[in-house]
């Protein structure tokens, strides 16, 4: 079974920085691409950030391009979002989920397996 656990959230003010974890068991780590979503209130939920375990390509969306940046730690199965300058519209519930795939610019997990989300929350 995956299992996938966040963490890392928190309140921050503008221009702040946080740093995501997601931790990742029951699979093969390095066979799956994983990404970050989040969903902020009242919008959908959309792909902010993804890592192709094979070579280590990464995408960003453009509204985080140049502030975010994903990595992973394959010793410990864990893969992280370091947000950077963060703003107020970053706010949401901020999710990872493997398998997922990239289909133009978008980030798709519609099959794959979810945590359970961790808040982030940026105030002016």
């Known amino acids: 079974e995956v299992q996938l656990v966040e963490s890392g959230g928190g309140l921050v003010q503008a221009g702040g920085s946080l740093r995501l974890s997601c931790a990742a068991a029951?699979?093969?780590?390095?066979?799956?691409?994983i990404g970050w979503f989040r969903q902020a209130p009242g919008k959908e939920r959309e792909g902010v950030s993804c890592?192709?375990?094979?070579?280590?390509?990464?995408f960003y969306v453009d509204s985080v391009k140049g502030r975010f940046t994903i990595s992973s730690d394959d010793t410990k199965h864990t893969v992280y979002l370091q947000m950077n300058s963060l703003k107020p519209e970053d706010t949401g519930v901020y999710y990872c989920?493997?398998?997922?795939?990239?289909?133009?610019?978008?980030?798709?997990?519609?099959?794959?397996?979810w945590g359970q989300g961790t808040q982030v929350t940026v105030f002016p």
């Open positions: 029951g699979f093969t780590f390095d066979s799956y691409a």
């Open positions: 890592i192709s375990r094979g070579d280590g390509t990464t």
């Open positions: 989920a493997a398998p997922v795939s990239l289909i133009g610019t978008t980030i798709r997990g519609d099959f794959g397996s």
